[in-house]
């Protein structure tokens, strides 16, 4: 989230698309209600299903699952044709000013540079033209051909009110009513937020469906903003955490880079990720990407990582090929990958294509689970009846499990949706031999060095040079962990104008990344949460919530990264010369000497208006883009594609050309494509969703849960019953091209037929909760029918759209 869920009561619309925050975060969503009695907000829900946000809000739209970005560049598209842009903020904060490559091109639903072969971009012609110092052209007037501005209306043209119709499936009439919502949110006074989930990443144009909403948000103004911005709902209390500490094998801690063999040394390593200058005077942030990377790997070897050695960097993996999930279960189905250990995760149910997330899970030599409960997952080579087939003969996999505690058993950090990292204490004790999860990684990784003792054997070395500095070794503390991630001085830190003026001792937790040094002198494990632990104390642990502001500001509550800041490029709340758009939703505003306010400035604080320096620090050219000149791997600008799946046999907006039907980047592998589906046998479009009553795949273990909600079942609306002869409560077959599930139906008004491009189109609703294992009664994983595409970017798996047929057993 850019801003944080009490700031949602001060939007003046909320918009619900991607998501269902009253079912999937009922606790949350009660600022959504706050805006609505204290603000007279609007709520606008666009969703396949009129769900329980929907019962609640002021319009609700129905849309064809897998056209979201149509949607989206029609409002684009209206915003730019009816005037209804913060014009200030588009030309002083975006880059709609910026001139593009002259051989840039976008024709039929290609970008320039596309290699069909590797099915990938060049995107050399995406680049801004620059003068001889290397900093990007200009266009202040906005009408130069190649300025962003007029690319993007001229790309977003064909999106017309009527188009978005016919591809979406929802009335004009409601469409343009929503635009009209949205324009009044140009308006200074006006904010509009966006709250969504799931149901925008996981399509394999998933990351353009969030880029798309960013560059409406832009548009308005409405990034920086009290009440406004682009607000992620994550589906865990930790999910945030996660992402932030570099748990998926594609990152490191704070969003850093993992080394491949193409930077051998650290120079080269640095020099790679450290973006130059692309305009004078601004601050072009991770310029102290050296900083960020070197504390990191002072956290990672202690005292064994020196200037002399590069800070260890030789230590670290070089990792050349992709290793996101989809990518290693590949390699475990190709038997490329021969062990696996997994920790709170339940891949076989939470993973597409059940069926080959089996085959590869039963390739392996062992199979470790590091888990509280007997997940589908552990229990993979169990035969289970209809429910899981497996014969096991044919799986050759050790599997272990270690049984680790409950979350409320364990102390600790979270860190939700808003960035706010909250400590939480253990609420019980462990029950009979289950562990802490850090207790289980402590036991092996010091049994794996006694094992490497004698110093052979591959990759032996980096073992010996970690920093193990834990009081008690096969139990190091929360409290040690917490402190090692903010970071500590290794050595006295001084003044560079005055070396003989300490500023900080040896040993001192650091306050804060601005510390942060390449010398060797500092350690941190996460650049991003530094100073959440200092010498102050444990701001983690903070649970003051007074709020002078009014505005849910409550800084002393726990601790918000970065630097305990609740809303992203604040300095965006004002105007050029620094004061708010609203002067009754101030942020933070420039009092002649500094910014101050009711946040934690992000911007330098004594950063004087008349300097220039742009809100979007993290950019070198320190505005935002509109046009995306790196980081998008399917594009600069959004574009429609189908889902792989698709009820339509083309791509409605470029329909004479084949090769753009779907992401002509997204990641497919050999193989899978011949596991697509075609709407002549499988005619109904299908998407994933979540209920209330259940929490994921966890509390169908849960008695009290399990009793709410028992038993399996299916969406569908009363046309597509009538079609197949299906009545209230029938048992009915949903198959897809890589499986089938059987399932009650529940016949329900809530998913209505939609008419697409001229021929109607029916959804069936499929909640993802059911399994084989747990006190629900036993049902199939909705991940049997998913398919194994990914989007280009994030290699998120398209749960959200794909085709199914439905029968009555």
Known sequence: ???????????DLVMVMGGNAAEAHPCGFKWVIEAKKHRGAKLVVVDPRFNRSAAVSDLYVPIRS?????????????????????????RTFTNASYLIHPRFAFEDGLFSGYDEETRSYNDETWKYQVDINGHAL????????????????????PYTPSEVARVSGMKQADYEKVLEMIGECSQPDKTMTILYALGWTQHSVGSQNIRTMAMVQLLLGNIGVAGGGINALRGHSNVQGITDMGLFGTSQPGYLSTPTSKTPTLQSFLAAKTPRALQPGQMNYWSNYSKFYVSLLKSYYGDNATPENDFGYAWMPKIDDAFD?????????????????????????????????????????????IDP??????????????YNDVKPEDVQTEVFRLPAVMFTEDEGSLTNSGRVIQWRWSADSAVADARKDVDILAALFLKLRELYADGEGAYAEPLFKVSWPYINPLEPSAEEIAREVSGAATRDITDPADPGKVLIKAGEQLSGFGQLRDDGSTRCGNWLYCGSWSEEGNLMARRDNSDPS????TLNWGYAWPANRRILYNRASCDASGQPWDASRTVIRWNGSRWAGNDIPDMRANAAPEEGVGPFIMHPEGVSRLFAVAGMKDGPLPVHYEPFESPLTHNPMYPDNPRVKNNPVARIYPGDAENFGTPDQFPFVATTYRLVEHFHFWTKFARLNAITQPQQFVEIGPG???????????????????????AVAVISKRISALTVDGQPVYTVGIPLHWGFKGLTRPGYLANTLTPYVGDANAQTPEFKAFLVNVEKV
Not at 74 to 88: A, C, K, Q, S
């Open 373 to 386: 409960l007997e997940t589908e997952t552990v229990s993979f080579w169990q035969p289970q009846g209809e």
């Open 138 to 157: 200009t266009d202040p007037t906005l009408q130069h051909a190649n300025c962003v501005l007029q690319l993007l209306k001229k790309h977003v043209a």
């Open 1 to 11: 989230m850019t801003n944080h869920w009490v700031d949602i009561k001060n939007a």
């Open 66 to 90: 897998g056209s979201d970005i149509p949607f989206l560049l029609g409002v684009i598209n209206y915003l730019l044709t009816h005037d209804r842009i913060n014009h200030e903020y588009v």
């Open 325 to 369: 999930t989809l990518a290693m279960f590949e390699r475990m189905h190709q038997g490329r990958m021969t062990g696996f250990f997994y920790q709170g995760f339940n891949p076989l149910a939470s993973v597409s294509h059940k069926a080959k997330i089996g085959k590869a899970l039963s390739n392996l030599k062992y199979l470790v689970s």
């Open 550 to 553: 009014g505005l849910g500001q």
């Open 720 to 742: 597509l019953a009538e079609l197949r002869g299906i009545s209230d409560g029938d048992q009915v077959r949903v198959s897809s091209r890589r499986g089938e599930i059987r």
